[in-house]
């Protein structure tokens, strides 16, 4: 038989059709993502609008049915699927984290410039510090975080708290973590990864035992997407930390990232700027400095807007290296490990300063 994967099972469900709506279960949002595979075994559930439903077990059957006709008769899907309702979908607290203290959005205007880098040795710099961190990876287009902890291929296990399943964040080097490249297949396209991704994003804050966490860091994809609006609908985000290159072109998209956050309908506090790939230092020579991509950018920036610079941070292959070995550079004692540092205690410095000069961001709301 062939492999299983999600889209795979999401494609077969395609056939199957809600009577009377003239459409199929997967357009109607009504497969949850939950699907499991385990050989040739699947399991995932259906979610109806009511317990009263009367397709319910139609339904279930010729899911069944399409799975085993259109992909092998050797699944093991029988009694394997779960009908969940919506109404009876537990009512989503008005703080979702309630143990986190503060929540800081990394984000830049353009995609490429380190955020995730920023983010995840911030993250670890934090944990140095003796702070609880978390560390959300919510990057839809590139989850990268996992790789740069080496959790890539890590399980994923579940708790019962309080008679809801919740998802036990990964730790490593001092902090907790997880992906939304862990839940939503980055091989699907890009459209496809969006549908799912604010309900997958949504079950990584609200279905996780976080616990008590000091400061709970959220690297977010590049630019301005439905993932923003998700997030500032769920959590109420302390404060902003945007990350630029010194290029006029990665300033003009942090300037409108900047406006996006401090947009009166947002307002959510902007933290500073940190200026990534300041200048490049070979590693045998760390007293030179060559400025390739221009000088000072984002320090002139952030003063033009009366924002912190948090830091300069140089360019140096062993932050690429240590990436790519799951190995974040924060941890080391080096110029780079002491630039971070030095960045968490800017941030924590910053988050201070904020929380003591402003009152709490509201979440955005909703209008239903
Ligand atoms: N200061 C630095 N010195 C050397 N390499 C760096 C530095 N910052 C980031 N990089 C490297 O640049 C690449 C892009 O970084 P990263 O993935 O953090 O960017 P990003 O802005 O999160 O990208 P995306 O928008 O694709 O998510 C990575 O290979 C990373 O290791």
């Known amino acids: 038989m062939q492999t299983l994967y999600p889209n795979l ?26 699907i499991r ?3 040739n075994q699947v399991s995932f559930s259906i979610i109806f609008d009511k317990s009263t439903d009367p397709f319910i077990k139609s339904l279930i059957k010729a899911s069944e049915t399409a799975l085993t006709t259109y992909i092998s008769p050797e699944i093991d899907v029988k009694g ?28 830049s205007g353009k995609g490429g410039v380190g955020k995730s880098t920023v983010a995840s040795n911030l993250a670890v710099a934090l944990a140095r510090l003796g702070y609880k961190v978390g560390l959300l990876d919510a990057d839809i287009f ?56 604010s309900r997958a994003l949504n079950q990584l804050i609200t279905q996780v035992s976080w616990g008590e966490l000091d400061y709970f860091l959220i690297d977010m994809p590049p630019g301005t997407s439905d993932i923003h609006l998700t997030l500032v609908q769920t959590l109420a985000i302390t404060g902003a930390v945007i990350v630029s290159t010194p290029q006029q072109v990665a ?28 200048w490049f230092t070979p590693a ?56 971070f540092m030095r960045l968490a205690d800017s941030v924590v410095d910053a988050v201070d300063a904020r929380n003591t000069s402003m009152p709490p961001t509201q979440k955005v709301e909703t209008h239903k």
């Open 142 to 197: 590139g989850p990268s975080i996992p790789k740069m902890f080496g959790v890539e291929d890590e399980p994923i296990y579940m708790e019962n708290v309080n008679g809801q399943d919740c998802i036990i964040p990964v730790e490593r080097h001092g902090v907790k973590l997880l992906s939304i490249g862990f839940l939503v297949d980055r091989n699907s396209p890009v459209l496809w990864r969006g549908a799912m991704a």
């Open 284 to 339: 045998p020579h760390p007293d030179e400095r060559y400025y390739i991509f221009g000088r000072d950018g984002a320090k002139e920036l952030a003063n033009e807007l009366g924002i912190n610079l948090l830091a300069q941070i140089p360019m140096v292959g062993s932050i690429c290296t240590g990436g790519d070995q799951g190995e974040p550079i924060a941890l080391a004692d080096s110029i780079t490990g002491e630039a």
């Open 80 to 107: 394997r699927i779960t009908a969940k309702f919506r109404h009876e979908a537990p009512v989503k607290a008005d703080n979702p984290l309630p143990g986190v203290k503060n929540i800081i959005g990394v984000s």
């Open 251 to 278: 300033l003009a998209d942090a300037r409108k990232g900047i406006s996006m956050f401090t947009d009166p309908k947002v307002n959510v506090p902007v933290l500073g700027i940190v200026e990534n790939m300041a």
């Open 37 to 39: 595979i385990d050989g």
């Open 9 to 34: 099972i999401l494609d077969a469900l395609k056939n199957v059709r809600y009577p009377g709506s003239g459409k199929n279960i997967v357009e109607l949002e009504m497969v949850e993502d939950d």
